[in-house]
């Protein structure tokens, strides 16, 4: 709180420039046998919504398995989502093919999690950050590509002497950065961040969070932010969305999220988060929820989350449990002044 | 202990350290002294539970020599946790890997290691192994490669309690299998003991592995990134369990770890490690609130605070760490220290003291003493990561031997880099640098 420099106003205004509604993910399982026949599926998206705003950070936070990461391929119909709609500047994205997608992702890109991963190792990087403007003829000669990819090299803080090597010769840090470069050549409006920073050591990871927060100042680009490490979403969010089991439990701005949540989910993932300091640490009140995530290809009946939700097991009575697995609750405001998926949602701070 | 207690008879760990007749009555074929306890020539109950002296490791490469562990020193005392920090590659894990003899046969260990008086360097596998599971035991990363897949998780434990016992009853080992999977908060645990390690979730799977290292009451739990590869809530479950854990064993640990925030809970002493050498070693609070090396600091204000509203500006450290094939003279944070002099780059400083059992490796001490943990006072917040672009960078240096070969040739090295062109032009490293044998 020392240091409000930064801080921005909120840039919630106008319409929304991506709009997701309903959003499914399944993805079927198949029996064993000669025919393989679909005998279920893993419901790994459930009806997600979501809007982003011009100039906005959301993050989308959740454990492993929650259906974060696929909710963002879905988004960039990298896998073609199985029902609902997401709407970008007005265009259905659901359901369109390769090629009518294709003018689509000048505006639409992503950084992946693993920069090992994600960038061809047989490329040198000028190659690989010049690719997207070569598909999309974006560069009219060779001196324009070069002084393109030279300028998006710099923009990430790499020396753009070093583009003629090869993905291997540079740091998980610096792949991510040429992983950046890549994604920002066509000079996208939305930028979806798959888990940017979590392969990366903790003072390298600070490098690349500052240059996300810089280049979204100087693009104004908004950002999809998926992570599951909390401190890096509250540091770069505005909004924040918590994903269970295929869907949205709560959503609120920023702080409001994390100094005051009301579902019980978020309320045990806060309180999970060791703090790096020991006082306020040794004294802090946990709440440890039991057990671990359903699977997706079940999920419970009713509120996903009552099967190890501390306010099930402990606090409600017989009549309100059985309304827990009855009903889903939607996700609407319950007077906490965000919208939260919880029948008996109640503002707890934990931090 | 109480475990020990609910075991009865079936489970004479307790009386086993007594040493002679329990061991005498063994039929098992190591000699009758030695049999049913975890001793070695040199068993002295009075010494420090584990002391590493000048432990260095080394691992010859193609390019050299990498220098993976330069000097690491400490002291274990019983019942404390000593948690070790550190960015991968900065020698964390081969230290506990060189404890436990657990490195390849290539790697070239020096210094001592003396658990309870017994020096453990050098001894060979079947020594060693008397010592592994009861005196020191270990838990690993990734709960999903530190299972034997094929076996289930009930024989895998009762394999460690019978390895230590020879004249543990399968009976009996099976139901201290229960036990102990009941102690580490796994549900139907009677019904569970039969299943194989892929019928278990992550959290659960590092729920087993921590039975398994607590199963022969060990002296000293050694826990290598016991919870990284979980998530939150799990993680959370885990820490508990491992509190638990030492409450019935009555274990020191060695938590090894890269998040300060489990360190900040958990420990009572902190080592922060850097290219290979311990840089500050000091009590949990020390370390966080009055830090005396700039890595130290640089750490925590990189580190995105959950706690704290407001959009503050993290101040990351610029550059990335240094080769460890062939180390520039000099502190090896050097390079990347704001407060860099010239005086910086004539020795690695040693470990020098800056209060009751505070050291700290860094000559400017009095400098960063005056930021009081606020990193922002020393690291220039607006500083610019052009330095990134420039130097390579060797990656996961910790994790295996075959890591460090492939980041010991970092391809070729920017001409403009601040370290010695050393992996272009390969020459053999001289000797180890700078002894660190002065460490306290």
Redesign the interface.
């Known amino acids: 709180?020392?240091?409000?420099?930064?801080?921005?106003p909120a840039v919630r205004t106008g319409e929304p420039i991506l709009t997701v509604r309903g959003l499914e993910k399944h993805f079927p399982i198949k029996g064993g046998g000669l025919i393989r026949r679909t005998v279920g599926a893993v419901r790994a998206v459930d009806g997600v919504d979501l809007d982003l705003y011009p100039g906005e950070v959301l993050g989308l936070v959740g454990?492993?398995g929650c259906g974060k990461s696929t909710t963002g391929r879905a988004i960039l119909n990298l896998q073609p989502a199985t029902a609902g709609s997401v709407v970008f500047d007005g265009r259905e994205i659901v359901g369109l093919n390769r090629k009518q997608m294709r003018p689509l992702r000048r505006d639409i890109q992503i950084v992946f999690q693993d920069p090992y991963a994600s960038l061809n190792p047989r490329l040198p990087v000028f190659d690989i950050v010049a690719e997207p403007l070569i598909i999309h003829g974006l560069t009219k000669n060779n001196t324009e590509l070069r002084t393109r990819v030279r300028e998006l090299v710099e923009m990430v803080?790499?020396?753009p002497?070093?583009t003629n090597?090869?993905p291997?010769?540079?740091?998980?840090?610096?792949r991510q950065?040429i992983g950046i470069a890549r994604a920002l050549a066509l000079q996208p409006k939305v930028l979806v961040l798959d888990e940017p920073v979590s392969a990366l050591?903790?003072?390298?990871?600070?490098?690349v969070?500052?240059?996300l927060e810089d280049l979204r100042d100087q693009l104004n680009l908004s950002y999809l932010f998926i992570a599951?490490?909390?401190?890096?979403v509250?540091?770069?969010s505005d909004r924040v969305a918590v994903m269970y089991l295929g869907r949205i439990i709560e959503v609120a701005d920023r702080?409001d999220l994390?100094?005051r949540p009301a579902h019980p989910y978020t309320q045990?993932?806060?309180?999970?988060?060791?703090?790096?300091?020991?006082?306020?640490?040794?004294e802090r009140q946990?709440i440890?929820?039991?057990g671990?995530?359903p699977s997706p290809a079940n999920p419970p009946s009713g509120c996903r989350f009552r099967t190890r939700c501390q306010k099930f097991a402990n606090q409600l009575d017989d009549a309100q449990r059985q309304k827990c697995i009855d009903v889903e609750p939607q996700l609407e405001d319950r007077g906490a002044g965000h919208p939260n998926a919880c029948h008996y949602a109640e503002v707890l701070q934990v931090? | 202990m109480s475990s020990n207690g609910t075991s009865g008879p079936a489970t004479p760990s307790g009386a086993s350290s007594s040493g002679g007749p329990a061991g005498a009555t063994s039929v098992g074929t190591l000699e009758p002294k030695a049999a049913g306890t975890h001793r070695l020539p040199g068993y002295d109950p009075a010494a420090p539970l584990l002391q590493v002296e000048d432990l260095q490791v080394r691992f010859p490469t193609s390019d050299g020599l990498v220098n993976a562990v330069r000097g690491v020193s400490y002291t274990l005392r019983s019942g404390e946790v000593l948690g070790i920090v550190g960015?991968?590659g900065s020698g964390k894990s081969v230290t506990s890997l060189a404890i436990m003899g657990l490195l390849p046969p290539s790697a070239q260990v020096t210094g001592s290691i003396r658990f309870r008086g017994q020096e453990l360097l050098g001894r060979n596998d079947r020594d060693l192994a008397r010592v592994r599971g009861k005196g020191v035991s270990m838990i690993f990363q990734d709960p999903m490669t530190s299972l034997d897949p094929v076996y289930r998780v009930g024989y895998q434990i009762e394999e460690t309690l019978r390895v230590h016992d020879r004249k543990l009853s399968s009976k009996a080992a099976s139901a201290r299998a229960v036990e102990l999977l009941e102690l580490v908060g796994i549900p139907n645990a009677s019904g569970r003991v039969r299943s194989y390690p892929h019928e278990f979730?992550g959290?659960?799977r590092q729920r087993v592995v921590i039975a398994i290292a607590m199963a022969n009451q060990p002296d000293v739990i050694i826990a290598d990134e016991p919870t990284t590869a979980l998530?939150?809530?799990?993680?959370?479950?885990i820490?508990?369990v491992l509190d638990t854990a030492l409450e019935e064993t009555g274990a020191a640990m060695v938590l090894i770890t890269?998040?300060?925030?489990?360190?900040?809970?958990v420990a009572d002493r902190v080592l922060v490690m850097y290219a290979g050498r311990p840089v500050e070693i000091g009590s949990?609070?020390d370390i966080?609130?009055e830090p005396r090396m700039p890595y130290s600091l640089?750490?925590?204000?990189?580190?995105?605070?959950?706690?704290?509203?407001?959009?503050?500006?993290?101040?990351?450290?610029?550059g990335?760490p240094p080769s460890l094939v062939n180390m520039p003279p000099g502190c090896p944070f050097g390079p990347r220290c704001p407060l860099h002099i010239d005086d910086c780059d004539a020795a690695e400083p040693p470990l020098i003291e800056v209060g009751t059992g505070h050291t700290a490796a860094c000559i400017r001490t009095e400098e960063v003493a005056k930021a009081h943990g606020d990193a922002?006072h020393v690291f220039d917040?607006s500083s610019?990561?052009?330095q990134?672009?420039?130097?390579?960078?060797p990656?996961d240096l910790a994790t295996s031997p075959e890591a460090e070969r492939d980041a010991a040739v970092?391809?070729?090295p920017?001409p403009d880099q601040t370290e010695p062109a050393a992996a272009a032009t390969p020459r053999h490293a001289a000797g180890p640098t700078s002894s660190a044998g002065d460490l306290v």
């Open positions: 709180m020392s240091a409000p420099a930064t801080e921005r454990e492993s803080g790499l020396n002497e070093h090597r090869y291997s010769e540079f740091s998980g840090g610096q950065r050591d903790v003072s390298i990871q600070a490098g969070i500052n240059l599951h490490d909390l401190s890096v509250r540091h770069i702080d994390f100094e045990a993932l806060l309180s999970a988060i060791p703090l790096p300091d020991p006082r306020r640490e040794r946990r440890i929820i039991t671990d995530v931090l | 960015e991968s979730s959290g659960m998530d939150v809530t799990v993680q959370a479950q820490l508990e890269h998040d300060l925030g489990v360190v900040a809970g949990v609070e966080y609130y640089g750490l925590l204000g990189s580190l995105p605070r959950v706690d704290l509203g407001g959009r503050q500006r993290l101040t990351p450290i610029v990335s922002a917040e610019t990561d052009d990134l672009g420039e130097a390579a960078y990656t970092p391809g070729t920017p």
